[in-house]
Each structure stands twice: as C-alpha cells, then as structure tokens.
C-alpha cells in the first residue's frame, strides 16, 4: 500500500522560505511521477509541480517558477518543495501525490491515485 506522508508546513511572512517534504513508502517508485498540489480555501485544488522518479525535467505551473524548486532524494523515497520568495497568494494546503503517469500529465490529476493527507502553508503580509 503507497503511503504518502506531507511534512514542512508552518507559518512565514511574505517573503520567506519553507521546505515541504513527501516521504513515499510502500513499493518502488521507478517510472513514477511525484507532484505537489495545493488547495486554498474556497478554490480548486490546482498542480503545483512535478517530477519522474527516474529522472528528467520537473514542471511547474507559471505562477511558481523561479521561486519553488522540486527535487528528489531516491535514497529516503523522499520528495522535497523548496519554496522561496513565498506570497499571500502560496497559502493553502499542499498535498503530494503519486501515479505511473508522465510528468507532463500530472496537472491534469488523472492517474495519481495516490494522496497525503496535507500540509498547511501560510503566508502573512
């Protein structure tokens, strides 16, 4: 059974950092791809970033790029979101999830099956 646990969440003033993490468990994660989502109040759960397992390019939606950087540790079965230069606009909750999709489907949420339960984001101004 794939578990997914989120992690790295808290509270930061516009401007700051955090680091989230996904730790992944319950098979091998070869051909697979990793993705953060996030889901502020009221609003669709809308994608974030992602990136294979076995390597190649991550994605990102526009309004992250240049400030959120994602990365893997296969060694842990980790999946980490550096999120720098953070704005009102981040809060929400941000989820990691997982499927035996290509990176470049992951927006579409079809075909990550697998969800954490969440970690909450807050920005103040």
């Known amino acids: 059974q794939v578990q997914l646990v989120e992690s790295g969440g808290g509270q930061v003033q516009t401007g700051g950092s955090l680091r989230l993490s996904c730790a992944a468990s319950?098979?091998?994660?070869?051909?697979?791809?990793l993705a953060w989502f996030r889901q502020a109040p009221g609003k669709e759960r809308e994608f974030v970033s992602a990136?294979?397992?076995?390597?190649?390019?991550?994605y990102y939606r526009d309004s992250v790029k240049g400030r959120f950087t994602i990365s893997r540790d296969n060694a842990k079965n980790t999946v980490y979101l550096q999120m720098n230069s953070l704005k009102p606009e981040d809060t929400a909750v941000y989820y990691c999830?997982?499927?035996?999709?290509?990176?470049?489907?992951?927006?579409?949420?079809?075909?990550?099956?697998?969800w954490g339960q969440g970690t909450q984001v807050t920005v103040s101004s």
């Open positions: 999830a997982a499927g035996r999709i290509s990176p470049l489907l992951a927006p579409r949420i079809r075909g990550l099956d697998y």
């Open positions: 319950g098979r091998t994660f070869g051909g697979w791809t």
């Open positions: 990136i294979s397992w076995s390597g190649g390019s991550p």
